[in-house]
């Protein structure tokens, strides 16, 4: 899973037809499953999209995004465990928006990652390949 706070958005729009977004976050992830529990490894996530404005209420909209995800762990109390997990994505995602009372979007699509780059490290010693290998899409 991942949280992200967005920090840094433009729009180029129109009332009708094709604009442009450019954004960029800082991104708290964590991995299910590595056995280490919260959003500690901070990483960031770069995009640019494409949005069509269908009319006032709906857009569609295609992108191409950045986003480091991973997990981090380091045993502050008794230095006996350290943990890093890097993983680069790039993603494209297809989304639709509904806006309502020009309060709330309803926000619903699909979105392919592929993993560009991934390393791990279990010790401080620097980072590797991981093992076992992971899925690429």
Do not use: C, M
């Amino acid at each position: 899973g991942f949280f992200s706070f967005f920090f840094f958005k433009i729009g180029f729009s129109q009332n009708k037809g094709f604009s442009l977004q450019f954004s960029t976050a800082a991104v708290f992830s964590q991995v299910d499953g590595d056995s280490y529990d919260g959003y500690n490894k901070l990483g960031e996530s770069i995009s640019l999209s494409s949005i069509y404005r269908i009319d006032e209420n709906k857009t569609f909209s295609i992108g191409i995004r950045y986003i480091q995800k991973g997990s981090k762990f380091v045993d502050t109390k008794y230095y006996s465990a350290y943990y890093l997990l890097r993983l680069h994505y790039a993603e494209v995602p297809v989304l639709f928006h509904y806006y309502w009372q020009k309060k709330y979007i309803l926000t619903i699509g699909l979105s392919y990652a592929y993993l560009f780059v991934a390393g791990e490290d279990n010790d401080g010693y620097g980072l590797r390949d991981p093992y076992p290998a992971l899925n690429k899409n």
